[in-house]
Structure formats: structure tokens, C-alpha cells
């Protein structure tokens, strides 16, 4: 969407379709900021597995100043998982779901699935499966207490902020299907470093465009995560930050 009105708008008319799971509280009519300040932990660069360029790291910190400025309690914090075991864990569980999917793609797509249609990385998932099937087990414990670690983050803290990517948007072919597999893994899970911890948990995250990379041209942008049930939240601070730091529209060409 391009404001924080229209996602806000999009979820209370679906909301009026598709009700909630009786164990969440509706999202309901998000008009405006919270009433309340908010404590907020701050998630930045992980050296393990997460290096953050310029741009994104002055857009994190410039986000950070803003809700401050704005009330809120914000201070650093401890990853919330142990990087490295977290991304082996995240990708090996990914492997065992992408072998999964292809071998049964007949069943749950019809005679006409193909594999050769899939993309090189797609196969490359698939079969790098085989040479870690003993670890999946475990993985998938692990990434089950996820959600147990970020609820009790959230008794410390209201949100979390963090990037939404460790980079700017790379040019056009950095993860292109025809890269290596081994390599484009590299790359991907070098730059989507923070999404995957929200992903596992299950909890709910908003990405605003908060900064913009001046050399490719591109937004940057800034997550804010929250409690399970917490959705209303997300949207609160989000007008509340669209209406301190407006962000411009796109003027790409098309």
C-alpha cells in the first residue's frame, strides 16, 4: 500500500469477512498513534551472520532517534536467539520443506507439475536436504521455542525494531536463479537476516520505508515486531511515524 491508512483500512474491511481466531483480539478500526509510550528494544547489526550497510544502518538509527523524540523508551538490545544456530536452524528446517514440497508437488498440484520448472535454487534446496536429514529434528525443536524466547522478550519490551533487510535492495541479478546454488544461499540468507527470527515466533511485523539508499535509488527499510495479538499495535506506531518522518513516493519510471 502506500500509506499506513490503507493497510490499516485493508485489514478492518477484511476483518469484517474473516474473523479472528477466538484466542486473538481483532485488529478493528486503527485510526491514528497509540495512547500510550511505548518500550521499544532496538536490534541492530548481528556480526555473526549480519552486516549492515551504511544506508541501513543510518536508517535504523534515524528511526530509532524518531521514536524516542517521540516518547518512547528506546534501547539497545541483545539478540533475542543465538545468531548462527538460529540461521542453520531456519535454513535446514527450510531444505526438509522445500524437499517436502517437490516431492509431493504431483499430489497437491496435479499431473501437470513438472520439475523441470523449477528454479535451479529451488532443486538446489531440495537436494542439499539429503545430506542434513539428521539434523531437521532437532532444528525444528529449536525453532519451536522460538515463540517461547520473543514472549518473553516482550515482557521486557513492547516492540522490537530492527531492518527489515541487512542491505538496500542489491542490483538486478545479485539473486538471480541462474546464480550458484551454494553462493545465491550465501546471499540470501546474508541479507534477509531479521524477518526469518519474526517468521519462526509467528508474531507479527510491519515494514515502513523510513530511509532511502541514495546511490541505487531505493527505499530502506526499518521492522517493527510485536506480541502475538498485538497487529493494532504495529499499525499505532506506524501512523504515528508516517505523520514524524513522511516518506516520499516512488518517482521510478515504471
Request: hydrophobic share 45%; charged share 20%; glycine share 6%.
Amino acid at each position: 500500500s502506500r500509506s499506513v491508512r490503507d493497510t490499516a483500512r485493508w485489514y478492518a474491511e477484511v476483518e469484517r469477512v474473516h474473523r479472528p481466531r477466538r484466542d486473538m483480539p481483532p485488529i478493528g478500526e486503527v485510526t491514528g498513534p497509540p495512547s500510550r509510550r511505548l518500550r521499544i528494544g532496538v536490534l541492530g547489526a548481528i556480526p555473526e551472520i549480519a552486516v549492515l550497510d551504511t544506508s541501513t544502518q543510518d536508517t535504523l538509527e534515524a528511526t530509532a532517534a524518531t521514536l524516542e523524540a517521540l516518547g518512547h523508551h528506546v534501547e539497545e538490545m541483545a539478540p533475542p536467539v543465538h545468531p548462527a544456530q538460529f540461521r542453520d536452524d531456519f535454513v535446514d528446517y527450510y531444505r526438509f520443506l522445500v524437499f517436502a514440497a517437490t516431492r509431493t508437488a504431483r499430489l497437491t498440484h496435479g499431473a501437470h507439475f513438472r520439475s523441470a520448472n523449477l528454479t535451479a535454487f529451488t532443486t538446489g534446496m531440495a537436494e542439499s536436504f539429503r545430506s542434513v536429514p539428521h539434523r531437521v529434528v532437532g532444528a525444528a525443536r529449536r525453532l519451536r521455542r522460538v515463540s517461547a524466547r520473543i514472549a518473553a522478550v516482550h515482557e521486557s519490551y513492547d516492540l522490537i525494531l530492527s531492518p527489515t533487510l541487512a542491505t538496500a535492495a542489491p542490483e538486478l541479478g545479485y539473486l538471480s536463479p541462474s546464480v550458484d546454488f551454494e553462493t545465491l544461499l550465501g546471499r540470501v540468507t546474508g541479507w534477509m537476516t531479521f524477518t526469518p527470527i519474526a517468521n519462526a515466533a509467528g508474531t507479527p511485523s510491519i515494514s515502513l520505508p523510513m530511509g532511502f539508499d541514495e546511490a541505487a535509488k531505493v527505499p530502506v527499510g526499518s521492522m517493527l515486531s510485536a506480541n502475538h495479538g498485538c497487529d493494532a499495535l504495529l499499525l499505532q506506531v506506524a501512523f504515528e511515524l508516517e505523520r514524524a518522518r513522511p516518506w516520499p513516493l516512488s518517482t521510478l519510471a515504471a
